[in-house]
Structures are given as structure tokens and as C-alpha cells.
């Protein structure tokens, strides 16, 4: 009879200590809470779409293998509308209304630069996703982290390729606002230093339906076109270039072939090359870890969702994936509790190395300290018989330029 | 009851700045800076019936004529904040002079043509403006003799703006009561017959005009201060359009009903847009709605119903 | 780099084709507001509509001209219901159409972007000639465009001037109390002419599709030059609407050929202000007290 009590009794005390227990730890695991600003309407609605599925795809991720230091990933996604000050409005939002700790994306300049001053007045990291030179540069600050390519990267490293393999003689073309110049000052900057020439730079207004009278402008003894723009702006251009100047060889920068589908495009696009810091098709970097990224964020090879047919914006899409993981790496390396420990995340996060990995599928690198610009190689594309292929790989030696500032020596 | 009500909302937003949490502080200081826009609309269009397109510009160049003189200058707030006021009222004057002889459509449309100059210019002049992409800037302290108030202290931009409300308020409510203010509605209700009774309309219309766009810019400045920012966005239609959206939906010729308008319409962009993107759907349908019930706009349907006197606000 | 005639003969065509899609929508815009009083800030996004409907028809048959009939008959069906309904309580009040057609706009645009999404889409010209001159390869489909886009507007010149319900319109632009002391049956009238507006906006998109792009905010690319057309040509006057959009364009056009298009726009405004200031009724419009 005493046996019996004594056992069920010893049963019971551990049953208390099990749901106590469980409880203490749940306790301790308060989430992490990150936001995004995700270009969900406006110019940049295409944008916003696959950026926000990969990022929760990173993060359930990362909650499936036991969170950060033990501790739930949440995040919390508001839209930007594609407008700086809606977007610098959701910041706030994001970490006064929700009290999240980290900032990830916009894919849009304007609103990463507007934003800014914010990340740092709330005392906040973000990671934008966009790719003006500034965000690295003299627009950015100590709490901003700029983890994908930006232009100058870009330019720089396609300039040697674009000159041997493309032509000489170059006009360009960009779209009027901060993406667009810095596409057009780098490129001549860097042609230039490589023997090549811009002969004429033409600047659209974003929106214009026709591009007639802008292409018209391009002198006879242009070989090539350089050319920024993406979204409609891109297929208003395609088309009436191929009407004015069929012969033209063309480059366009990061982006111009998002959410289009090479094989619609038609003549007009054949044999047009493009920079991508990230192939579109699994063909081009037919890795264990790449092959592995793409099955967990939901694309087939060619790009396109599975199961919606939608097309990814690929180009930029691996930077919010590595993004998220660059910061769980300085979370776990600085053993960041809460806000008070921002600035040893930040450290953590300065000079950062990364291996070529799932979390890192893009390849390896690392993460400059003195402007927090992300260190990675790229390739070039070209659409040959309607099919996107890669034809180059630039190693991120080639890519590299010195820093314009250095963020280490500003105060928190 | 009645007369106690402004009163009662005064010491509500004094208190609500206090205990509101951060981020509906943040949001409440947008309806405030927006709410000065709003009243100020409402003296072009709901007291003397100037359906402006145009009030964009106004917007703009009170938000650029505050950011610039900081950003270039190391200007105080202040001083800066004035000099956007005074750039509204610049603006307003060159303007007004153009479009107020016009009769209405014509006026709408020469007005929509300014913003449309303004916005493609501010688009294009980007060594000016930043373009899209936009200027930000440090604010720097103010400085009262020894005190110095930072608006990057979480109150300091509530209160600051919560202080030009106010101000903003008394003289647009005392202008609106005023003689000159009876003269505008006056000119709403009979253009006619008021010039007929001797007043010269054309100079008050653009009395009203100036008065609109200069507590516009005001706005604009404001809005710029909160954000720390200013983009030639700014100049684009939408800002010319939203006032109109305020005003109508609130209820025009009302100057608080214009308010009501700007707290339904941020309410919705800064709650709504987070359970379901397209959410100006919806707002869409209520604009439909509300304007069907009452084409006098939500307040004006009250002022309707609540039978003779109606609020004196 | 100008080669003289050739280069400016090039702009100058180019504007005036846009001129004739322009002049489509804008008497559609001329259309409702003469007769009902309304400002439609929704007609951008009808001509939007027009072209998003397009983009369905081509993936769906193949052919490009079969939405040049189906599109109109789509749009009448739901601009009767709309005008009757949701607009029909507010006619007369301009300012309150204003605010009720950019709650429709609100509501077209995110149906648009939720149905055909964000991504700018294309569709391919239903005509892929082009021939070769003033230097350059000149797509064929634009003028075809021009030539389809006039002989819509002489088709609905013979509408206004030749049938009875297009008299009755005119009639009611003229002079509306005029009109309904004659006891004209309003109802028709009404919804005739927002329907034969709308669907001169949405026959404009069809057309346009193929040289610009479908996206869904592509309606306000246009709507606030074919306000000022309308206003610039006179308010009440379809032949002030259809020279101002011709000139306005052309000229446009023109200046392009020498300024940047930007500068090219922002000198037609500028220019418009003026013959405002010298002419406040426009072009041909009435002198109204």
C-alpha cells in the first residue's frame, strides 16, 4: 500500500517537475523578432512577392533546427507600396508598433536611402537589398549592411568582359533616379579604365511607355548599350530598340530580366547578355548547396515557383536568404540577448567570412567592415536561342575596389 | 458639452502623446502634420469651393524649403520650418495670381498642370532634390536660452508638431470666423451676387488661395521634420489628390471634419495594409459608401442630423 | 547627330500617333464630363483595364484583334451597371465625382494588381513589319494604329452626328436642363455616354498595349494629360479635345527631337498655361459666364 502512494507520489513529483520545467524553458525562449519591408504594391510589387516567400523560408529554416541560440525566429512583413516615405513610415512601424530588433530589405534604393538615417535613429540593423553604390557608401551608417551586390561592384567586375567580349564603343541607358545614375557613372568609370568608351548616356524617366524618341538618340557609332531599367520600363525598351537598332549588342545591369520569361521576349532579346550575382537556372551553379536552396525556397531549375508557375526574382532573392543567416551567425557569435547588445552583433558582423554553404548558396565571401558591403563574385548571362545560360563567372578579386568610408571608427 | 468639446480634444492629445505607445505616437504625429494640411485644403476648397489641384506644390516646397536650408546651411529647425512657410506662401501667391481668374475646370486643371511642372522638374533636378530617392537629414537640437529640446527624444517631435497644430488650428478657426471669413463663404454659396454687393472676389479667392497654400507648406515642412526626409514624391499628384479624399470624406467647409478624414484614411493605410495588402480596396468601397450616404462627407452627415446649430467647432 | 528633316520629321509622326490614342481616351474623358458632370480620375485605369483584358484575350486565342471586339463589349457591361448605380447619385457635383471615381480607381487598380499581379507583361505586336525610313526601322504596327485609332474617331463622329441617341448626347452636352424639358429619355442618354466613353478609353488601351505594356498603374501615365487636353480644347467642344490632343502631342513630339522628352513635357505644360491665361475657355470652348 506505502509502495503504491510512494510511487504514484514520486510520479506526480515528476510530472511537476517535467511541466515546470517545460514552462521555465519556454519562458526563456522569447523570439527574435525581425521585420521586412517587402515591395508588396507599386513599381516594385514583383519584388516584394519572392522576397518575403524566401525569407520565411530561411526562417522556418532556421526555427525547424531549434531557432537562434535556442531561441523562435518571428517575423513581422509590412509593405513599403514601392514609396520612400510609406517604407521609412513601416520602419518605424516595424519597431515601435512591433518591437522587432532587425530590419531585412527593400529592394528599392530610394527607400533603403530613406530608411537609413532611420535604421540609425532607432538604433536598428538593417539590410537592404538594393544595389545603389550610396548604401555602402556616403547614404549609409554604422547600422546598415549592405549584403548583396551594389552597382560599382558590378559594373566593375563586367567592364574587362564587356570590352573583350562585347564591344568598344558604348551608349547607355538608365533609368532616371539613384539606381539608374549609379548604373551610369560606374559603367563609364569602369569602361573606360578598360579601354572602352561611352559615346552618348541617355536618362529615362521610370514609367515611360514609349522609348522611341529616348532610343532614337543613340548615335550610329554605338556598338553596344549598356542599359539599366526593369519591370515594364525594360519591355518598352527591348522592343523599340530592337525596332530602331536590331543590330545593337546589349548588356543590361542586375534585375533588368527579373520576372521575365527569355523565351516571351522573342527576337528582340536575343543575344543579350546581362549581369546576375545569382544564375537564374539551376544550370548555371549546379551545386549540392545551391540545388538544396532552390528545393527549400520552392523553384524549379528554370526559376519558377512550384506549384504557381510565378517567376522569382532570383537576382536579389539569395541576398535576403544569406542575409538572415549572416545575422544568425553574428547573433550566435556575439551572443546577442536583447537591444542593448546591437553594437556586438554589429562587430560580429564586421569582416565577417563565409563559406559557400546552404545558407550561403551564392558562393563564398565576406562582409567588409569599413562600409558593410558584402564581398561575392558574379556572372554574366546571355539569352542564346530564347534560353538563359551563363557564359562567365567573375571570381570577387575582380570585383573589389577600395572603401570610400570606414563605419568602424563611428560611434554607436 | 458643445462648447467644452475643442477644449476636451486639446487636453486629449496632450495627455494621448504621453501614454500612447511608440508606434501609434509615430503615427499620430502624421495625422497631426497631415490633419494642418487637411484644414488648410479646406480653406480653398470647402470654404470658397477652389477645387485646387495644385496643392502638391505647396507640399513640396514646404518640405524641401525646411530640409534644404538644415541640410545645406546647418539651419536651425525652426528658422527652417519658417522658411518653408514663407516658400508656400511665395509659391501660393505666383500661382494663385495665374489660376484664380479661372473659372473651375479650368482652374482644376492649370493647377494640376503646376504640380505636374513641379513634380517633373523636382524628378528631374536631382543635384537639387535627390529625386525620388529624396534628402535625408540630422535634425539638430533646438534651442530655447539653456534648454535644448531634441526631436530624436521619442516625445519631442509629438509635442513639436502637436504645437503647430494647435496654432495652426486657432488661426485658421479665428480666420474662418473672422469678417474675412464670412466673405469666403459668402463666395462659396454666390459668387454672383457677392461680387454684386461690391467685394472684389477675384482678390478674396486669392486671399483663401494664399492662406491654403501657405499652411500647406507648413505641412509639408512638418512632415519632413517627422520623417527627416523629403523626396520630390512629394510634388506628385497623389499629394494633390489625398487632400481632396480628407476633406470630402470628412466633411468639407468644417475645418475639423477634414481632420476626420485623415484619421480614417492613415488609420486604415497603417492598420489594414498590414492584414491584407490590397486594402485600398476596401477603402475605395467606404469612400463609395460614405460620399453615398453623405455627400457632405462623415461630419457634414452629423452637422445634417444634429438639427439646428449643429457643433461650433 | 540631328539629321535634320528626316530626325524631326520622326518625332513629330511619332507624337501624332500618340496623339490619336491620346485623342481616343480624351473624348471619352470630354464624353462624361460634358454630358454628366463627372470627373472621372477612374478613366486611366478603364483604359488600363482595356489592356489587361487584351493581354487575356491574346493568351487565351492567339490573336490580338478578336480583343479589339471583345474588350469594348465587356467594358459596356460593366460601365452601364457602374454609371447607373454606384454613380448615377452623384452626377452634377464635380468635386464629389472626383473623390467617388479615385475610390473606383483604389478598387480597379488593386484588382488589378491582385488578378494579372505585378509584373509588367507583354504583348507582342499583332504586326511585326516595319519599314525603313526617316532612318530608322519604323514599326508598322504604330501606324496602323494611327489608322485604326481614326477611323474610330470618324466612326464616332457619325455615332454623335448621325443616330438618334448620339444627337440626344450632343444635345445634353449642350445645354442639360435644355434637354431634359424636352423630355429626352435621361436615363439612356446617361448610360450611353459613359459607356461610349469608357469604351473609347478601354479601345485606347487595346491599342496601346503592344507599344507600351500592360501593368496596372499604366492608367496614370495618362489620365492627367487627357484632363488637360479636354480643357485646353474647351470643355463642351469634342473638336477642341481632338485638335488639342493632335497638337499637343505633335508638338510634343517635335520638341523631343531637341530636349530631352522630360523637357519636352514639361515646356507643353508651360505652354498650356499660357494659352489658358490668354484663353481661359481653351481652344473652343464657350465663353461662360
Given at each position: ?168 564603343k ?5 533609368v ?111 551545386t ?49 540577448k ?37 564581398i ?15 557564359v ?21 | ?6 477644449f ?6 496632450l ?100 504640380s ?23 535634425l ?9 529640446l ?14 503647430f ?12 470666423g ?126 445634417g ?9 | ?14 507624337g ?27 478613366h ?25 471586339l471583345?474588350?469594348?463589349?465587356i ?28 475610390g ?6 488593386q ?177 461662360r459666364?
Amino acid at each position: 500500500m506505502r509502495g503504491k502512494l510512494v510511487g504514484r507520489g514520486m510520479v506526480f513529483v515528476v510530472l511537476l517537475l517535467m511541466i515546470f520545467g517545460a514552462n521555465t524553458e519556454l519562458a526563456a525562449k522569447e523570439p527574435i523578432k525581425v521585420g521586412m519591408l517587402a515591395d508588396k504594391t507599386g513599381g516594385l510589387a514583383a519584388y516584394g512577392y519572392s522576397h518575403e516567400k524566401v525569407l520565411r523560408a530561411a526562417i522556418q529554416k532556421i526555427n525547424k533546427e531549434g531557432g537562434i541560440l535556442g531561441r523562435p525566429v518571428k517575423l513581422y512583413v509590412e509593405d513599403t507600396e514601392s514609396k520612400p516615405s510609406v517604407g521609412a513610415m513601416k520602419f518605424r512601424k516595424l519597431v515601435e508598433t512591433y518591437g522587432v530588433d532587425f530590419v531585412i530589405d527593400s529592394n528599392s534604393s530610394g527607400i533603403a536611402i530613406a530608411c537609413a538615417p532611420v535604421a540609425k535613429e532607432l538604433k536598428t540593423p538593417y539590410f537592404p537589398c538594393a544595389g545603389a553604390t550610396e548604401i555602402s557608401g556616403e547614404k549609409g551608417n554604422r547600422y546598415v549592411f549592405q549584403l548583396c551586390t551594389c552597382v560599382r561592384e558590378e559594373c566593375k567586375g563586367v567592364a574587362k568582359f564587356a570590352v573583350n567580349n562585347i564591344g568598344k564603343k558604348w551608349a547607355t541607358v538608365v533609368v532616371n533616379y539613384a539606381w539608374g545614375w549609379s548604373n551610369e557613372k560606374e559603367f563609364k568609370k569602369y569602361i573606360t579604365e578598360n579601354g572602352g568608351e561611352v559615346v552618348k548616356s541617355i536618362r529615362v524617366p521610370l514609367g515611360t511607355s514609349d522609348w522611341l524618341p529616348y532610343l532614337r538618340k543613340i548615335p550610329k557609332s554605338a556598338e553596344a548599350v549598356f542599359f539599366a531599367n526593369f519591370g515594364s520600363d525594360f519591355l518598352s525598351f527591348i522592343r523599340d530598340l530592337h525596332a530602331i537598332r536590331p543590330d545593337i549588342k546589349k548588356l543590361g545591369a542586375v534585375y533588368v530580366l527579373s520576372g521575365q520569361d527569355p523565351k516571351k521576349l522573342g527576337p528582340a532579346a536575343e543575344g543579350l547578355y546581362c549581369i546576375a550575382p545569382y544564375p537564374t537556372r539551376l544550370e548555371g551553379l549546379n551545386t549540392p548547396y545551391n540545388r538544396a536552396y532552390r528545393k527549400l525556397i520552392g523553384v524549379d531549375e528554370e526559376g519558377l515557383e512550384i506549384g504557381t508557375g510565378k517567376r522569382f526574382v532570383l537576382a536579389y532573392d539569395w541576398a535576403v536568404w544569406q542575409a538572415m543567416f549572416a545575422l544568425k551567425a553574428a547573433i550566435e557569435k556575439s551572443g546577442w540577448k536583447n537591444r542593448k547588445d546591437t553594437p556586438k552583433v554589429i562587430k560580429a558582423l564586421e569582416g565577417m567570412r563565409y563559406e559557400e554553404s546552404l545558407e550561403f548558396p551564392q558562393g563564398s565571401g565576406y562582409i567588409r567592415a569599413e562600409d558593410h558591403l558584402a564581398i561575392v563574385g558574379l556572372y554574366v548571362e546571355q539569352i542564346v536561342k530564347g534560353v538563359l545560360k551563363v557564359v562567365t563567372k567573375i571570381p570577387a578579386q575582380e570585383v573589389v575596389y577600395s572603401p570610400t568610408v570606414d563605419r568602424t571608427k563611428e560611434p554607436f | 458639452m458643445k462648447r467644452g468639446f475643442p477644449f476636451l480634444l486639446v487636453i486629449s492629445l496632450l495627455v494621448l502623446g504621453l501614454i500612447l505607445p511608440r508606434g501609434a505616437r509615430s503615427l499620430m504625429v502624421q495625422m497631426m502634420a497631415f490633419s494642418i494640411f487637411a484644414m488648410a485644403y479646406d480653406i480653398s476648397l470647402g470654404f470658397t469651393n477652389q477645387c485646387s489641384l495644385g496643392h502638391s506644390v505647396f507640399f513640396g516646397a514646404g518640405a524641401y524649403g525646411t530640409i534644404l536650408p538644415m541640410l545645406h546651411w546647418h539651419f536651425g529647425v525652426l528658422p527652417s520650418v519658417f522658411i518653408g512657410f514663407l516658400l508656400g506662401l511665395v509659391l501660393a501667391f505666383l500661382t494663385g495670381l495665374i489660376s484664380v481668374r479661372l473659372s473651375e475646370a479650368y482652374f482644376v486643371i492649370v493647377t494640376a498642370i503646376f504640380s505636374a511642372i513641379f513634380h517633373l522638374l523636382a524628378m528631374d533636378m536631382t543635384w537639387l532634390t535627390g529625386g525620388d530617392d529624396g534628402l535625408s537629414v540630422t535634425l539638430p537640437k533646438i534651442g530655447f536660452g539653456p534648454l535644448k529640446l531634441s526631436l530624436y527624444h521619442p516625445l519631442g517631435t509629438y509635442y513639436f508638431v502637436l504645437a503647430f497644430l494647435l496654432a495652426g488650428y486657432l488661426a485658421l478657426r479665428t480666420i474662418v470666423g473672422s469678417p474675412l471669413g464670412m466673405i469666403f463663404v459668402a463666395i462659396r454659396e454666390n459668387e454672383k451676387r457677392t461680387a454684386f454687393l461690391g467685394y472684389n472676389v477675384r482678390t478674396y479667392k486669392l486671399i483663401a488661395f494664399l492662406i491654403s497654400g501657405t499652411f500647406t507648406a507648413l505641412s509639408g515642412g512638418l512632415y519632413a521634420v517627422s520623417l527627416r526626409y523629403a523626396t520630390a514624391d512629394f510634388f506628385s499628384l497623389y499629394w494633390s489628390i489625398i487632400p481632396i479624399v480628407w476633406c470630402l470624406v470628412g466633411g468639407l467647409g468644417t475645418l475639423i471634419g477634414p481632420c476626420i478624414g485623415v484619421a480614417l484614411m492613415s488609420l486604415f493605410q497603417y492598420y489594414v495594409s498590414a492584414w491584407w495588402t490590397y486594402y485600398l480596396v476596401i477603402f475605395g468601397v467606404l469612400i463609395l459608401l460614405i460620399l453615398r450616404v453623405s455627400r457632405r462627407g462623415i461630419l457634414g452627415y452629423f452637422i445634417g442630423r444634429g438639427a439646428r446649430g449643429g457643433w461650433r467647432l | 547627330m540631328p539629321e535634320g528633316v528626316g530626325f524631326i520629321l520622326f518625332y513629330l509622326i511619332n507624337g501624332l500617333i500618340w496623339g490619336l490614342i491620346i485623342a481616343l481616351i480624351s473624348l471619352g474623358l470630354s464624353l462624361i464630363f460634358g454630358v454628366m458632370g463627372i470627373v472621372n480620375m477612374a478613366h486611366g485605369d478603364i483604359y488600363m483595364i482595356g489592356a489587361v483584358l487584351s493581354f487575356y484575350f491574346v493568351s487565351l486565342f492567339g490573336n490580338f484583334w478578336i480583343s479589339l471586339l471583345i474588350v469594348p463589349l465587356i467594358v459596356a457591361l460593366i460601365a452601364a451597371p457602374t454609371e447607373r448605380f454606384i454613380l448615377r447619385p452623384f452626377e452634377g457635383h464635380p468635386s464629389v465625382t472626383m473623390i467617388a471615381t479615385v475610390g473606383i480607381s483604389f478598387i480597379l487598380q488593386q484588382v488589378a494588381l491582385a488578378t494579372f499581379g505585378g509584373i509588367p507583361k507583354k504583348i507582342s505586336s499583332p504586326w511585326e513589319v516595319s519599314f525603313d525610313f526617316l532612318g530608322v526601322s519604323y514599326p508598322g504596327y504604330r501606324l496602323l494604329v494611327a489608322a485604326i485609332s481614326t477611323l474610330i474617331i470618324i466612326g464616332v463622329w457619325l455615332f454623335l452626328y448621325r443616330t438618334s441617341l448620339g444627337i440626344l448626347i450632343r444635345a445634353s452636352m449642350q445645354d442639360k436642363e435644355m434637354a431634359s424639358a424636352m423630355g429626352i429619355n435621361v436615363n439612356k442618354v446617361l448610360i450611353g455616354t459613359f459607356v461610349l466613353g469608357s469604351v473609347l478609353a478601354a479601345i485606347g488601351g487595346v491599342l496601346a498595349a503592344p507599344i507600351s505594356q500592360v501593368f496596372y498603374l499604366m492608367g496614370n501615365d495618362v489620365i492627367l494629360l487627357c484632363f488637360i487636353v479636354v480643357i485646353v480644347g474647351g470643355l463642351g467642344s469634342l473638336e477642341g479635345t481632338l485638335i488639342a490632343a493632335l497638337i499637343l502631342s505633335s508638338v510634343e513630339g517635335a520638341m523631343a527631337a531637341f530636349l530631352t522628352p522630360t523637357e519636352a513635357r514639361a515646356m507643353i505644360f508651360i505652354i498650356m498655361v499660357a494659352v489658358l491665361m490668354l484663353r481661359p475657355q481653351g481652344l473652343f470652348g464657350s465663353k461662360r459666364t
